[in-house]
């Protein structure tokens, strides 16, 4: 089992930034390919970005390409978001993922590929 714990969120303006932490424990090791995700008020949760366990490959949702930017700490246990240009469409509570992976290029982005979520954090941004 994985416990996946989120943390970062918060209310910000349009235009300003967050980074989004995502600490892992239980039974963890490096070979996890991670994945975030947001779900706003009666809507789908949509797949925003995703990170092989080695670091080297990652994936963006077409809406937030060039303004968010996922990385992780292996020694740390620890995925990143950082939120770059916030829009008011970006309000969402935020989920990290996890799914065992050895192979290290590997990203998910569907999340039925996903075992592991944490519980979320609240991002805000006001107009």
């Known amino acids: 089992q994985v416990q996946l714990v989120e943390s970062g969120g918060g209310l910000v303006q349009a235009g300003g930034s967050l980074r989004l932490s995502c600490l892992a424990s239980g039974r963890t090791s490096s070979r996890y390919a991670m994945g975030w995700f947001r779900q706003a008020p009666g809507k789908e949760r949509e797949f925003v970005a995703a990170i092989s366990w080695s670091g080297r490959s990652t994936y963006y949702a077409d809406s937030v390409k060039g303004r968010f930017t996922c990385s992780r700490d292996n020694a740390k246990n620890t995925v990143y978001l950082q939120m770059n240009s916030l829009k008011p469409e970006d309000t969402a509570v935020y989920y990290c993922?996890?799914?065992?992976?050895?192979?290290?290029?590997?990203?998910?982005?569907?999340?039925?590929?996903?075992?592991?979520w944490g519980q979320g954090t609240q991002v805000t941004v006001s107009s």
């Open positions: 993922a996890a799914q065992y992976e050895g192979r290290p290029e590997v990203v998910f982005t569907s999340k039925g590929a996903y075992d592991y």
